[in-house]
């Protein structure tokens, strides 16, 4: 096993946590975005060394910031070393029906879900090229895949996520980078619990399994597609849902 270096965006939420973990069980150093000022950055590194996990570390930045998301990584670089391994995965949402959308609604979760991923993947790329090896992975959504009723910003961004993917994907592979995306159903995390409860309730009731998915199940995926093992895998989607969309 080679230790990479991985950059793991929003890794301090729900799923995100769960991949710095997995990538640190790997044997990974593990870089942990936040936004600047994070009011709960050091109770979770704290819990992090509790669990054992200590080279897991903050990485402060806006990620729907061009400028902030290349400072903060140009401070990984000086800290830990270039970036190998990305996982995109920050995100928002702000759902209400299109005519109930307003233009700000649009724009933070277009910028903050899919504008991020080409900010933060415009630093690290050449770099990776560069020294022959690199994994990009991208948090796109089931609700980019089939749509969602509620979430015309969303659906949008998760499907460009993998707009993304593909063809960056073709420009990288000859060096070595590879780049996917995983569309994860439902999962137990803040983003689904702030769903109104009886919306929530008609949503699990329609997924095949009958149940929410766990962090830690995403997570194994990410890190699969972030290993040497999957170095044939690029420009893939693949789909972690329960049943809710086969495709
Ligand atoms: N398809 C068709 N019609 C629907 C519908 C659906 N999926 N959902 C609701 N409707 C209908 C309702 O039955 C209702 O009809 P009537 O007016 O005839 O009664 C009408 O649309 C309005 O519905 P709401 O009362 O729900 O409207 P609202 O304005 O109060 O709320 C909403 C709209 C905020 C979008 C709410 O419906 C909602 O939260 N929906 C869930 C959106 C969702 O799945 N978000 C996922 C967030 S987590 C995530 O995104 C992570 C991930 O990647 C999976
Ligand atoms: P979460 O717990 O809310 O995590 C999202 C994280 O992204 C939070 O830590 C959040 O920080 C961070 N973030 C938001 N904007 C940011 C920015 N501009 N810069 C840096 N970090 C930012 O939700 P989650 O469920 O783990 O979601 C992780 C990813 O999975 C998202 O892309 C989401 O769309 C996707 N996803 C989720 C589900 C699901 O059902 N939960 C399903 C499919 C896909 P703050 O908390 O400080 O805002």
Not at 91 to 112: F, Y
Not at 191 to 213: E, H, N
């Amino acid at each position: 096993m080679t230790k990479r270096i991985a950059l793991v965006t929003g890794g301090m939420g729900g799923i995100g946590t769960a991949v710095c973990k997995r990538l640190a069980e790997a044997g990974h150093a593990v870089a942990a975005n936040c936004l600047p000022g994070y009011p709960k950055k050091d109770e979770w590194l704290a819990q992090m060394r509790r669990e054992g996990y200590a080279d897991v570390h903050a990485a402060e930045g806006d990620v729907a910031d061009f400028a902030s998301a290349g400072a903060m990584v140009r401070r990984i670089e000086a800290e830990l070393g270039p970036v190998d391994i990305l996982v995109n995965n920050a995100g928002i949402i702000r759902d209400s029906v299109m005519k109930k959308m307003s233009p700000e609604d649009w724009l933070a979760v277009i910028n903050t879900n899919l504008n991020s991923a080409w900010y933060v993947t415009k630093h690290v790329i050449e770099g990776m090229s560069e020294r022959g090896w690199g994994r990009v992975v991208n948090m796109s959504s089931v609700n980019g895949q089939k749509g969602q009723f509620g979430q015309t910003n969303y659906s949008a961004a998760k499907a460009g996520l993998h707009g993304f993917a593909k063809a960056l994907a073709q420009e990288v592979i000859r060096k070595g980078v590879t780049v996917n995306s995983v569309s994860p159903g439902y999962v137990e995390t803040d983003m689904v619990k702030a769903i109104r409860p009886d919306v929530l309730d008609k949503l699990v009731a329609s997924i095949p399994i009958g149940r929410l998915a766990k962090p830690a199940e995403i997570a194994a995926l990410v890190g699969f597609l972030a290993s040497d093992e999957a170095g044939y895998i690029t420009g893939a989607n693949i789909a972690i849902n329960g049943g809710m969309y086969m495709v």
